[in-house]
């Protein structure tokens, strides 16, 4: 899974910055090096939260077969953002979208 081309709707690349695309990306490059089977589907619940006057991307990674989740902090986002994305593999290419672009 996820060793195809990848891509990102127009959602994707008017809402998110590539900073943030990269960095999902990576999240399921190592879900998948650590040797957890990766679902078709994965899903990032991203939030934002302040922590010593310092605002943080906080991105809740899932799947649901099998059921994992990973929770991360990230300082280095240059614009946090509120919202969920899903990245879909369909064995011929992978897909960076909205759930509303579905």
């Known amino acids: 899974m996820f060793?195809?081309?990848r891509c990102a709707t127009r959602g994707?690349?008017?809402e998110v910055g590539l900073d943030i695309q990269l960095t999902?990306?990576?999240m399921i490059d190592k879900r998948k090096e650590t040797g957890i089977e990766v679902d078709y589907l994965q899903v990032f619940e991203l939030?934002?939260?302040r922590k010593d006057?310092?605002?943080l991307q906080k991105v809740v990674h899932r799947q649901e077969c099998p059921q994992a989740t990973d929770t991360y902090?990230?300082?280095m986002i240059e614009t946090p953002i509120k919202m969920t994305i899903w990245a879909m593999d369909s064995e011929e290419y992978c897909m960076m979208l909205l759930p509303e672009e579905y």
Do not use: C, E, H, R
């Open 12 to 14: 994707i690349v008017a």
């Open 47 to 49: 939030s934002i939260v």
């Open 73 to 75: 902090f990230l300082p």
């Open 24 to 26: 999902l990306w990576s």
């Open 3 to 5: 060793t195809s081309q």
């Open 53 to 55: 006057g310092i605002l």
